[in-house]
Nanobody, 121 residues
Framework: QVQLVESGGGLVQPGGSLRLSCAAS????????MGWYRQAPGKQRELVAD???????NYVDSVKGRFTIFRDNAKNTVYLQMNSLKPEDTAVYYC???????????????WGQGTQVTVSS
């Protein structure tokens, strides 16, 4: 079994910063990619940023220049540094991992429980 545990959400003023963390644990053989998604009320879930095992990154246009995704491979942990936060960044943020489970012998996507980010004055 694989679990993703997220932390770092909270309430922040516009222009402020937060750092989200997501640690993967369990029967992991290899992680192909990890990423962050978000879902605001009334909207569909969207990819915010992801990073491959080789270090390639991808961002949704609305966060480019403000957010940075990075990883600690030794800890199977991915981070999302969010700077210059805007009210429209308010959402539940979900961690996702694309990985190979060495017990199931399959490649699957796994999800964290979600962490609330609220940007408000």
């Amino acid at each position: 079994q694989v679990q993703l545990v997220e932390s770092g959400g909270g309430l922040v003023q516009p222009g402020g910063s937060l750092r989200l963390s997501c640690a993967a644990s369990g029967t992991i053989f290899s992680i192909y990619a990890m990423g962050w998604y978000r879902q605001a009320p009334g909207k569909q879930r969207e990819l915010v940023a992801d990073i491959t095992s080789g270090g390639s990154t991808n961002y949704v246009d609305s966060v480019k220049g403000r957010f940075t995704i990075f990883r600690d491979n030794a800890k199977n942990t991915v981070y999302l540094q969010m700077n210059s936060l805007k009210p429209e960044d308010t959402a539940v943020y979900y961690c996702n991992a694309d990985l190979l489970d060495f017990v199931l012998h399959i490649r699957n996507n796994y999800w964290g429980q979600g962490t609330q980010v609220t940007v408000s004055s």
